[in-house]
């Protein structure tokens, strides 16, 4: 479904930083199936309907990339909170924290991972192995 997606152009946002630095937010690319699949993994794992929250074709991918997260293309000046938090150790063993979160609007703002060491995420993970809480079990 998405790999038709491949051939649109990468794109650079820029922004002026807190500090009046100007620095690159992100890159608009297509959204990667696995991706797709990791969303409706946790959706379903909420027992909401994924065609509640519809996923743009394109996100925006920050820190280049290096540990995997997304926006999905909310309002990011209004983050509503997390619908989900998860766990999944990485290929060197190093956690790392899965959030999905949702804007003001009830629509997915991003898909965000923190990898506990700041270091590259290695393997993407897929919803087997992740890690739930006890609240989310």
């Known amino acids: 479904m998405h790999e038709s997606c491949a051939y649109y152009p990468v794109k650079k946002v820029a922004f002026i930083a807190g500090n009046g630095t100007i620095a690159i937010m992100s890159n608009i690319r297509p959204i990667r199936q696995n991706e797709v699949d990791l969303i409706h993994f946790l959706l379903a794992r909420l027992n909401l309907d994924p065609a509640n929250f519809p996923i743009s074709e394109m996100v925006d991918e920050y820190e280049g ?26 290929s060197d063993a190093t956690p790392v924290v899965i959030t999905l979160t949702k804007d003001t609007n009830n629509q997915l703002l991003d898909l965000d991972f923190w990898k506990t060491d700041f270091s590259k995420l290695l393997v993407y993970p897929t919803p087997d192995k992740l890690i739930f809480g006890k609240s989310q079990a």
């Open 65 to 90: 990339g290096k540990m995997g997260s997304i926006s999905l293309g909310g309002d990011v000046s209004g983050y509503d909170g997390d619908l989900i938090q998860v766990e999944y150790i990485d």
